[in-house]
């Protein structure tokens, strides 16, 4: 027999709880506390910490193989659907002439100056959205013809040239 602690009745040794009151008796299988981590603070803390290393870890593997590459990210899809390879300067100009000559050219609010002699290509600090100047002159006075060619991702998209009596050109270009 076995005396409920609470109510003081006599329940039998088999029972699991009181039969007058439904209190838990000593000694019986759900009384007795069974398992749990049996482990101090710091280790508890530290077995945390180590979860959340592992899943920024994950979440950073994950980030990086859903990001474009560089080049996927410098593509320009244009109206009709193509891809266009973008490059970090898609404009050039090229100054055709056999004398000295001098240009300014670029996006119109920080134009880049060109001084040269010859037939002469040269990259443009623009975005392929910008609206893009060119000013190129004659500086050695001579009465040949001088041709100048904006150039984008390779195609000639504006093209002026001189006459016999003029010694400037300008081209105003938008995409």
Not at 70 to 93: C, F, K, R, T
Request: proline fraction near 3%; aromatic fraction near 8%; charge should be negative.
């Amino acid at each position: 027999m076995v005396k409920c602690p609470r109510c003081g009745h006599d329940n039998l040794s088999s029972t699991t709880y009181c039969e007058n009151c439904s209190y838990i008796l000593k000694g019986s299988p759900t009384g007795q506390k069974k398992g749990g981590w049996k482990m101090g603070t710091v280790k508890k803390i530290a077995l945390i910490i180590g979860i959340i290393a592992i899943a920024l870890i994950l979440f950073s593997v994950i980030y990086n193989f859903t990001q474009p590459s560089n080049e996927e990210s410098l593509n320009v899809i244009v109206a009709d659907s193509n891809v266009q390879e973008g490059s970090s300067h898609p404009y050039e100009v090229k100054v055709l002439y056999d004398g000295t000559w001098y240009s300014k050219s670029g996006e119109p609010s920080s134009l880049q100056e060109q001084s040269n002699q010859g037939n002469h290509t040269f990259d443009l600090d623009c975005a392929a959205w910008d609206k893009v100047y060119v000013l190129a002159e004659k500086t050695d006075g001579a009465s040949g013809i001088m041709k100048v060619q904006l150039i984008r991702n390779g195609e000639v998209v504006a093209e002026n040239s001189t006459t016999e009596g003029t010694n400037q050109i300008t081209i105003n270009y938008q995409s």
